[in-house]
């Protein structure tokens, strides 16, 4: 069999950055790309020593045993090179996410070859492989948490967020919507969809009674926070979705926000609030659509 060193390289390289971004992406670590480069590059490197092992090295039950060490290893150090600031329990996880992420492409990739009656190992068909695997790796890498959120346990993305504004705050619930892609187009920050309602209580009784007896929930709104002298705390944010193609939601920038997500407390300012005048769900089970970009924020 002829191996082609420059093809193999490739195939194998890229595979492996998509495999680790995947990786990152599905599990929201923190990256910087010449860390996932750096890691792609140690996993190139192990499948060429497992191709000298395979053709120049004995043979037997001691090869297979220094093969699995190897992946072992490899596997290990591509996600400490990858992740830098990750504790010892998101080490761990993102070693079994590299090896389930990993089955399920190669798994998905075969599959689709064997259906048409094809093979990957042919010639001309490693290109064909490394187009399936990047496609099948970016599905799973952007869409893949969305499907977690709709078949597993829905408490799971549940989380209570306390809002504060001017020594007032609330406590809610709030739903991580990997759906939510809204941001400030000034500053670029996250923003956080609210029932007007629920929040209401951060303002003074009388800018209360204002905003919750308005029909309209855009340049009303603005009005209203103008007069009270909150005119720098507002944001214009163009939409689509929550029901309309093209639309305009009011949005406010409180002081604090606070979100206990799994094991971590995140505090920020740097956050907006689109103002919604509809509840967000009739069960009443959240009250607020959180952007996944804000489970990332510090003060």
């Known amino acids: 069999m002829i191996i082609y060193a420059d093809i193999t390289f490739l195939n194998n390289f890229l595979m492996t950055l ?3 971004w995947a990786v990152g992406h599905l599990l929201e670590y923190n990256y910087l790309w010449w860390r996932l480069i750096l890691s792609a590059l140690l996993g190139t490197i192990y499948t060429f020593i497992v191709l000298f092992l395979q053709f120049y090295i004995f043979s037997g039950f001691l090869k297979i045993l220094l ?5 072992i290893f490899t596997a290990l150090l591509m996600i400490r090179v990858a992740f830098i600031k990750i504790n010892r329990k998101e080490f761990w996880k993102g070693v079994a996410y590299l090896y389930l992420i990993s089955f399920i492409t190669i798994g998905t990739i075969l599959s689709i070859f064997y259906i048409y009656g ?4 042919k010639t001309g068909g490693e290109w064909l492989f490394i187009f399936l ?3 099948v790796l970016i599905i799973i890498g952007k869409y893949g948490w969305r499907l977690l959120q709709n078949y597993v346990t829905p408490d799971q993305f549940y989380l209570p967020v306390k809002i504060i504004f001017n020594n007032r705050e609330v406590e809610l619930t709030g739903l991580i919507d990997t759906g939510n892609s809204l941001t400030d187009p000034l500053t670029k920050v996250p923003v956080i969809v609210v029932y007007l309602q629920d929040i209401a209580p951060l303002f003074t009784k009388e800018l209360q009674e204002q905003l919750l007896a308005i029909k309209r929930e ?12 909150l005119g720098s705390r507002v ?3 163009p939409f689509s979705g929550l029901g309309q193609e093209h639309g305009i939601l009011v949005g406010f920038r409180p002081d604090m926000v606070i979100i206990n997500y799994k094991d971590k407390i995140i505090k920020t300012s740097r956050i907006i609030m689109a103002l919604n005048k509809h509840k967000l769900d009739e069960k009443g089970e959240y009250q607020i659509l959180v952007h996944p970009q804000t489970i990332k924020l510090q003060v």
Do not use: M, S
């Open 18 to 20: 998509a495999i680790i």
């Open 67 to 71: 093969q699995i060490t190897l992946n």
């Open 118 to 121: 094809g093979t990957p190992f």
């Open 133 to 135: 695997g990047l496609f």
């Open 218 to 229: 855009d340049l009303e709104l603005l009005n209203i926070f103008n007069n009270f002298g």
């Open 235 to 237: 944001r214009i944010l």
